[in-house]
């Protein structure tokens, strides 16, 4: 069994935020594996079962708000008995370029707090990641940036990244963490911005 973990803040105020890619790809993840409801839980997060080239998925969006993501997955963790190695988490990485993702099998959070609040929860670095790309701000501050909405242009990127990402996914699950890596990491997405205007 894996679990394959989005990461965002709940509600309609956050939707569309740049903090809540990982609930963005789980969304579009979710309407290919015919997810329509999720079951609101003791696990402090929207969980769904699902199953994908045979292998049994555990699909969630931590309800915690982003700080305290941890608490979630690892009360899911523990629940079904999920190895480090078989745990995949997506969220938005300001250190990587809009409309790059990448793969990774372990390291720190680098800064990030769900990530740092999943370390401290299971005790280890020793789990996958999928870092969505949204950029450093120019001049915003940090939190108004990553709580702040994506603009026209960047969601006509966002829109292939989240493909991209989802793919990604379903390759993670079918072949693992390495071909994940050596297919997705060095792509560069673009949108078309003359649509916005």
């Given at each position: 069994m894996k679990l394959i973990v989005g990461l965002g803040?709940?509600?309609e105020k956050f939707r569309d935020t740049r903090h809540n890619a990982g609930f963005m790809v789980i969304d579009a993840l979710a309407k290919d594996l015919n997810i329509d409801t999720y079951r609101?839980?003791?696990?402090?997060?929207?969980?769904?079962?699902?199953?994908?080239?045979?292998?049994?998925?555990v699909v969630a969006k931590p309800q915690t708000?982003?700080?305290l993501s941890g608490q979630a997955v690892a009360q899911i963790v523990n629940w079904y008995k999920i190895l480090p190695k078989?745990?995949?988490?997506?969220?938005?990485d300001m250190d990587l370029p809009l409309g790059r993702l990448r793969f990774?099998?372990?390291?720190?959070?680098g800064g990030h707090n769900g990530i740092k609040s999943i370390i401290s929860c299971l005790g280890t670095e020793t789990f996958n990641r999928l870092r969505i790309g949204i950029g450093r701000p120019r001049t915003k501050d940090i939190n108004e940036y990553v709580l702040g909405k994506f603009t026209c242009d960047e969601l006509l990127v966002m829109d292939k990244v989240i493909e991209c990402a989802k793919d990604g996914?379903?390759?993670?699950?079918?072949e693992g963490i390495t071909a994940a890596m050596?297919?997705?990491n060095g792509f560069v997405i673009e949108g078309d911005a003359n649509l916005c205007k």
């Open positions: 803040n709940p509600g609101n839980n003791n696990f402090q997060a929207l969980l769904a079962l699902a199953t994908l080239n045979d292998v049994k998925l708000y982003m700080n078989d745990i995949l988490v997506i969220y938005d990774r099998s372990s390291g720190s959070s996914v379903k390759l993670f699950v079918k050596n297919k997705y």
